[in-house]
């Protein structure tokens, strides 16, 4: 997994998509994928969706934000 790259994508309640990580370790994603989940954009509620995908693009999870908590969708 070492050299494996990944891509990490949010989404606003309007649906638009914004790219924050592209093909970067999964050091680098997992310090930004806890930011969206815990940080300040989403606790106002600005991130609904978060979807990490690997460098074939696959989908490998996929949260979606359920009232208060994250729910995994995928």
């Not at 997994?1 to 309007?14: G, I, K, P, T, V």
């Not at 930004?32 to 606790?43: I, K």
Request: aromatic letters at 12%.
């Amino acid at each position: 997994m070492r050299n494996d790259r990944f891509s990490l994508y949010w989404y606003q309640a309007d649906g638009q998509q914004v790219r924050e990580k592209y093909l970067q370790t999964f050091d680098e994603c997992k310090e930004a994928f806890d930011r969206l989940t815990q940080g300040p954009a989403a606790q106002m509620g600005i991130v609904k969706s978060i979807k990490l995908i690997d460098g074939l693009d696959c989908l490998i999870v996929e949260l979606t934000r359920k009232q208060d908590r994250w729910v995994r969708t995928f």
